[in-house]
């Protein structure tokens, strides 16, 4: 059994575990933020209905009376307050000079009535005339605008997919452009590193074989061999400094790697930033163009019923147009193809 091989499989499947978990874990973080900012949107649009809903209402109360109509007067519960008696009384100036009162069934008024009905009449004439034309203004107005907003909602469509076009190849270039400078950081990162380790472990041996380091005084301990052995009979040990100088050296590489950790987790975390914010951007701009395609979809929808109903209008008047005439026996008999 190959067990070296068996270690590092076991150890290839723990590591993909953790990948797997640290994904399912980040997906879930981005789920909830997704469903948080969901429910903010929603609450939001509900503000925004209810505020509408209550300056409509305010609006109609302060600007929308009853009184300000012009039928009210058709339809005021005081008017019969406001108006002035037939008759105040049997001495009423307003009777006739010969003293008498006025009979049931008389029409004194009845000119002065048809002329104030006329002009009534005239007045209200011209004023349907004029409400008609400033209606068919306002319609082709409307129409104008219509046709204008359709044509800036087709352009801006255009420069949105556009936009979004060039934003995905902008986004793809710079992952790639980043992916390969973090490649090209790791790769000297490495290389620097090793070259650190190859240095330190020189200098090391370096100082364990040519310094003071095994012994205290080097011209005592000194031997004829060479400037890196030592007569071990009259070497004393390292000296306090000596090993001072070593804890120093320890803490120094113990905080120099510290440093290098700390650093690496930082690009890390900028990474995982950068890569989130890429990422709600997209988000942003799917749910925007979702928007505007349902949108488009309720117009086109409410275009459609509209062409269905007159459709609709149009198969029924031919339907009674076709079936107008009555069949004769004639028409009936000649489907009868019965032997006798």
Request: aromatic share 4%; with cysteine; net charge positive.
């Amino acid at each position: 059994i190959d067990k070296d091989a068996l270690d590092a499989q076991i150890k290839e499947r723990k590591i993909q575990e953790a990948t797997e978990k640290a994904q399912n874990e980040k997906l879930a973080n981005e789920m909830k933020q997704n469903d948080k900012i969901m429910c903010l949107l929603e609450e939001q649009q509900k503000n925004d209905i209810r505020n509408i809903n209550k300056a409509i209402g305010e609006f109609r109360k302060n600007f929308q009376k009853p009184e300000t109509r012009r039928e009210f007067d058709l339809s005021d519960p005081q008017a019969l307050k406001r108006e002035t008696p037939a008759r105040l009384s049997d001495s009423d100036p307003r009777c006739s000079v010969s003293g008498l009162q006025k009979f049931m069934g008389e029409d004194l008024n009845y000119a002065q009535r048809m002329i104030f009905q006329k002009e009534q009449l005239r007045e209200w004439s011209l004023q349907q005339q004029k409400d008609s034309r400033s209606a068919l203004a306002d319609k082709k107005r409307s129409d104008d605008l219509y046709d204008k907003d359709r044509l800036e909602l087709d352009r801006k469509a255009m420069e949105l997919q556009r936009a979004d076009e060039e934003t995905r190849r902008a986004i793809c270039a710079a992952t790639k452009d980043f992916n390969r400078a973090q490649v090209a950081e790791l790769a000297e990162r490495k290389k620097l590193e090793k070259y650190q380790t190859m240095k330190d472990d020189m200098a090391e041996i370096s100082s364990l074989l040519q310094g003071d380091l095994l012994c205290e005084n080097p011209k005592q301990a000194a031997n004829s061999l060479g400037s890196h052995r030592v007569m071990t009979d009259r070497w004393k040990g390292m000296s306090q400094d000596q090993l001072m100088a070593i804890r120093n050296s320890q803490q120094q590489q113990v905080l120099e790697k510290r440093k290098l950790k700390e650093e690496e987790h930082q690009r890390n975390a900028e990474w995982d930033r950068q890569c989130v914010q890429a990422a709600r951007a997209q988000l942003l701009l799917e749910r925007k163009q979702q928007r505007q395609n349902q949108e488009w979809r309720r117009a086109l929808d409410s275009v459609n019923a509209e062409l269905s109903q007159e459709q609709k209008l149009k198969n029924i008047h031919l339907k009674k147009e076709e079936y107008s005439n009555v069949p004769t026996a004639e028409y009936y008999a000649q489907f009868n193809t019965t032997s006798r």
